[in-house]
């Protein structure tokens, strides 16, 4: 059974930092290209980011280009997204995807002061 | 990295039909074979309904169903029940590796 378990969120002040995690398993976790996905309160879902197999591709929404970055780790079944100059906007619960199957249950995200 | 465009809302009595629309373009919905569905109930995390049009996941009711026609994807929902009340998105990938979600659609059972 695919299971995507999200973990990293929390209360950040505008400006700052955040690593998020997902740690994935259930399949062949090095083969997939995956997403994350975020949610704002209230609002619809948006894209946020989408990396290869590999790693070696990345594609980013314009909203947060030049400010997160997405990686993976193979080895250790697990997706990251670094979060930097963090915005107000940013406040979101986060997602960790891959294309066609569940999803996990996200982790919270607050910039606030 | 526009939106699909979906009604904001659409409404039903038990027992009927219902089909959400959710138009793009030639850059995503109209050439992806990766639209997919979901459904999300308040307070919860959405749900796969559909992915790669029309291929349902197990435990997912055929009383729903996907489709496509040129750059308009399709969400049917027979059988309408009052447990199908929720929020509901499209998603399609794009020729750039990106992907894009719909604004959403309340469905209401009236």
């Known amino acids: 059974e695919v299971q995507l378990v999200e973990s990293g969120g929390g209360l950040v002040q505008p400006g700052g930092s955040l690593r998020l995690s997902c740690a994935a398993s259930?399949?062949?976790?090095?083969?997939?290209?995956m997403d994350w996905v975020r949610q704002a309160p209230g609002k619809g879902l948006v894209w946020v980011s989408r990396?290869?197999?590999?790693?070696?591709?990345?594609t980013y929404a314009d909203s947060v280009k030049g400010r997160f970055t997405i990686s993976r780790d193979n080895a250790k079944n697990t997706l990251y997204l670094q979060m930097n100059s963090l915005r107000p906007e940013d406040t979101a619960v986060y997602y960790c995807?891959?294309?066609?199957?569940?999803w996990g249950q996200g982790t919270l995200v607050t910039v606030s002061s | 990295q526009s939106a699909l465009t979906q009604p904001a809302s659409v409404s039903g009595s038990p027992g009927q039909s219902i089909t959400i629309s959710c138009t793009g373009t030639?850059?995503?919905?109209?050439?992806?074979?990766?639209v997919s569905w979901y459904q999300q109930q308040p307070g919860k995390a959405p749900k796969l309904m559909i992915y790669?049009?029309?291929d349902r996941p197990s435990g997912v009711s055929n009383r729903f169903s996907g489709s496509k026609s040129g750059n308009t994807a399709s969400l049917t929902i027979s059988g309408l029940q009052a447990e199908d009340e929720a929020d509901y998105y499209c998603?399609?990938?794009?020729?750039?590796?990106?992907?894009?979600f719909g604004g959403g659609t309340k469905l209401t059972v009236l």
């Open positions: 790669d049009v029309s």
């Open positions: 998603s399609s990938y794009t020729t750039s590796s990106t992907c894009v």
């Open positions: 259930g399949f062949s976790f090095s083969t997939y290209w």
């Open positions: 990396l290869n197999s590999d790693g070696s591709i990345t």
């Open positions: 995807v891959k294309y066609g199957r569940p």
């Open positions: 030639s850059s995503d919905v109209g050439v992806s074979k990766y």
